[in-house]
């Protein structure tokens, strides 16, 4: 039998509220349990509800939460703070990665539509008149590019028929 897809909202229900936070807060120990056993590292969880009477769960225990989190002080400002990021700069980090993107998309597309505009014009479809000055310079520099890479791949074929 599968499960539904949940839909992540509010739960008003109290008793079912309280009954998934109970099964979730189970099931995200055991993830950090298995993350330490599979990887071999350390962690620490500590899940705090002032919706709940429970008092907060902290995972392996109190003191093991406590002796991590002291470890992790002790360590230099630069290796606490190091690929640790805020909700900005997690945000510029990601507006910089999909517009690295979409430059990289918006040139191959360019590419594209040089390619086509090279192969109708072979094809005899005079497009040359709606384009551009600078469009018509990278076409030509396309068929010039492609130009050479045809000669030299018939230079390697007949120096290979010869050997």
């Known amino acids: 039998m599968s499960r539904k897809k949940m839909k992540l909202a509010y739960i008003t229900n109290d008793s079912k509220r309280k009954t998934t936070y109970k099964k979730r807060t189970k099931g995200l120990v055991k993830k950090v349990h298995e993350l330490t056993t599979l990887c071999g590292i350390e962690a620490c969880a500590i899940i705090h509800s002032p919706d709940f009477d429970s008092q907060q769960e902290e995972w392996p225990s109190h003191a093991g939460v406590r002796r991590l989190l002291s470890e992790f002080k002790k360590l230099p400002q630069s290796k606490q703070n190091n690929k640790m990021v805020n909700q900005e700069s997690f945000l510029e980090q990601s507006i910089a990665k999909a517009t ?3 430059r990289k998309l918006r040139k191959e597309n360019r ?10 014009s072979l094809s005899g479809k005079g497009i040359f008149q709606s384009l551009n000055a600078m469009d018509l310079n990278e076409v030509g520099l396309l068929i010039k590019q492609n130009l050479k890479d045809i000669d030299d791949g018939v230079h390697v074929l007949t120096k290979a028929s010869y050997s």
């Open 100 to 102: 690295q993107q979409l």
């Open 111 to 120: 590419q594209k539509e040089l390619k086509k505009v090279m192969f109708q």
